[in-house]
């Protein structure tokens, strides 16, 4: 593979993302505000391997996300409600791996007002799709904690399917040490996923899938 092709996902992967439901745009300092109004709840950290519960801990969080953004380690994309042109949350492509044309998708989490109202499978929607049909990705993959019970049904109501379980796969907030399980949509599987999502029913998904 040639120099100019491996860099194609850096190039293409951060854009604007956008049907009638849902908007994803990458992420710059101006999106400081609007983030801090929906992430200081608890609720939405119970998962993930992070916590968010105090002013400092926001700045990190948020300064992480610029940070990994500039340095190509994600595409972070901040979400936008449609239906109310409210920033809902966050979602990126992550661990981005050209020449075996696989990506992941996670550090997925939704505000209170956002969840079970559509916003999740229309953002995983367009990631999808720009994922397979613009990046050309062969395999998109997801993972979560074994615990968090609805992001896995989630991630099975929007298509995806469940590979196993890595066990003792990265340390949690309290000590304990989290087993990651595994979910995947295969190129070959996108035609009848994307339509699954564009006609399926909304489904309410907890944050924490990464």
Known sequence: MSKE?????????PALLENEHALLRPITEADR???HEVAMDPDIWRYFVSRVETEDDFSVFFDTM?????AGRRVVFVVVDKRTGRVAGSMSYGNLSEPDRRLEIGWSWLGRDFRGQGVNRWAKYLLLEHAFE???AERVEFKTDVLNLQARAGLR????IEEGVLRSFNPMPGGRRRDAVYYSVLRAEWP????????GPKVAVRSGAS
Request: charged share 20%.
């Open 5 to 13: 092709a491996t860099v194609t996902w850096r190039r293409l992967a």
């Open 157 to 160: 109501n929007i298509g995806a």
């Open 192 to 199: 009848e996923v994307k339509a699954q999502l564009a006609s």
């Open 33 to 35: 505000g609007p983030i």
């Open 134 to 136: 613009v990046l050309h």
């Open 66 to 70: 610029l940070a990994d953004q500039e």
